[in-house]
């Protein structure tokens, strides 16, 4: 039986529609998701495997009863090919945007290079502040460096452009930067700057990627800077109920590109996969608000899609926009159920809060409550496609069970799973398929995501004070949701 055959006209209460919407179903779409990859590569934005997702969401919306539109954009495309590896003694692949990335010097130098390793006046383990190291500032920093090598570079206390074009000087053959190691001074940075006359390839890692590197004095290196850029077509795609005030929507939404090279179930088949199931489930309920969904195109590249979307809407279509409902990752096999901080009470939200945003996170908070569930709150950053809404200060929220973080113990007490890996060790990797998902948290989450969005479908007045005139069935006693 299809997903569509089950859609009733009643799934209008927070236990319908969570009864609605399965576990099951949820994983066909990922199925084709990853069918998809398979066939393509990855469904990553500007590529064959990204319009086959595209068309795989219309079909379902059309075949759902929707008429669903797509809307184009342009963007710059840019493919990565670049390498950081250790062929010996022991090989090593790094990850391209987790572990170490090219630079932005202009002019960017490309090339291939496999060579001895060599560190240069490297201070480890770091000192007590930043800038502490001077690793490659002085020509005498090379004294006794063998010409061909390739140089491994602290950041530190002068520019980075400097630093590579000492080394060139040097006679070095690439060169490997990385971050100093203090506090807030570990993870990967994007050098920039004027770097005329480099023609060497340079690459930029973490610390800690520069500290396993500088362990292994005779490695032998491989360092490829590869980029290619053009301009590409990506779309997103847009489903809207039939019924409700078009005047009060209701928008979720979820990324549906991969990075390159991954196939991206979990990120965010995960969340693409939900919201369609959840769309499907509610197309013939009878709204009050208008519900409008979104898959968005070149998340991974920057949230071009929703950046694009909300930059074509006048203000007065903003401001019909009730809320906002972000679905961004939400079945991470080492997941924690993480809900974004929408009243800012951990005190780490990095941007404003449109108000409106603490009672969608109270939604959320009550969802887990009533299934007995734990939950805690998720930095409200920005970093997905819920970003551009707050920007024109449009009330968000929405669900997150974590990437590249590193659960803790207290988080393994609560939520098991392990502690001292990652929530996904396969995000941004070849490895985020089908089997990279933890199938609780993707099923609960996905019948969050549907109460959520049937709650405030009725009624949105929480938020924004809009009482929409008929029956409201978005408000569930305690307990029903079990």
């Known amino acids: ?63 759902a009863g929707y008429t669903p539109t797509v809307q184009e954009f342009q963007f710059e495309y840019l493919e990565d090919n670049s390498v950081l590896d250790v062929l010996a003694p022991t090989p090593i692949s790094y ?27 490297l201070v480890l383990p770091p000192g007590p502040a930043a800038n502490t ?42 060169v490997v930067l990385f971050n100093e190691g203090q506090p807030g001074r570990t993870g990967l940075v994007f ?3 004027d770097a005329t006359g480099l023609t060497i390839p340079v690459v930029s890692a973490t610390f ?25 077509t990506a779309w997103n795609v847009f489903a809207e109920s039939r019924h409700g005030d078009a005047n009060n929507v209701v928008m979720a939404g979820a990324h549906l590109d991969s990075v390159q090279n991954g196939p991206g179930i979990n990120d965010n088949g995960s969340g693409s996969g939900a919201l369609l ?28 899609g929703s950046e694009h979307y909300i930059a074509t809407l006048s203000q007065e279509e903003q401001d019909k926009i009730a809320l906002y409902l972000n679905f961004d990752m939400v079945g991470s096999p080492n997941h924690f159920f993480g809900i974004y901080d929408g009243d800012d009470s951990s005190g780490t939200a990095p941007v404003p809060i449109p108000p409106g945003s603490a009672e969608i996170e109270d939604v959320f908070e009550k969802f887990y409550a009533d299934r007995g569930l734990p939950s805690e709150d998720t930095e409200f950053s920005g970093r997905s496609d819920y970003g551009p809404f707050i920007a024109v200060d449009i009330p968000a929220g929405g669900l997150f069970t974590g990437a590249e973080g590193v659960k803790t113990p207290e988080q ?39 109460v959520a969005v049937i709650t405030f479908a009725f009624d949105t007045s929480t938020v924004n004070g809009v009482r929409a005139p008929g029956k409201s069935h978005g408000r569930a006693p305690r307990g029903v949701l079990s």
Not at 15 to 27: G, P, Y
Not at 142 to 169: D, Y
């Open 133 to 174: 190291s001077s690793s490659g500032c002085e020509a005498a920093d090379f004294a006794g460096f063998a010409a061909g090598s390739i140089a491994l570079i602290q950041r530190g206390s002068c520019n980075f452009t400097v630093k590579a074009l000492n080394a060139q000087a040097a006679g070095a053959s690439a």
């Open 191 to 193: 050098p920039t700057g």
């Open 412 to 450: 393994q007490a609560r939520y098991g799973g392990t502690a001292g890996i990652a929530y996904d060790p396969c995000y941004h990797q070849p490895c985020d398929d089908r089997s990279n998902l933890n199938l609780f948290a993707l099923d609960t989450n996905s019948d969050a995501i549907a």
């Open 277 to 304: 199931e959840t769309a499907i489930q509610m197309s013939k309920v009878k709204t009050n608000a208008k519900v409008r969904f979104a898959w968005w195109g070149a998340e991974e590249l920057g949230l071009l």
């Open 208 to 232: 800690a990627v520069g500290e396993q590197l500088a362990s292994m004095p005779f490695a032998t290196v491989r360092v490829k800077v590869d980029v290619n850029t053009d301009t590409r």
């Open 95 to 121: 990850r391209q945007d987790l572990d170490f990335t090219y630079t932005g010097f202009v002019p960017r130098a490309e090339g291939d290079v496999t060579g001895p390793l060599q560190a240069v006046d």
């Open 1 to 63: 039986m299809t997903s569509q055959a089950l859609a009733d006209p009643n799934n209008n209460s927070p236990a319908k529609i969570a009864k609605a919407v399965t576990l099951n179903n949820v994983l066909r779409h990922l199925d084709a998701f990853q069918a998809i990859a398979d066939t393509h590569g990855d469904r990553a934005a500007g590529r064959p495997g990204y319009q086959a997702s595209v068309n795989y969401v219309v079909n379902r919306l059309n075949a």
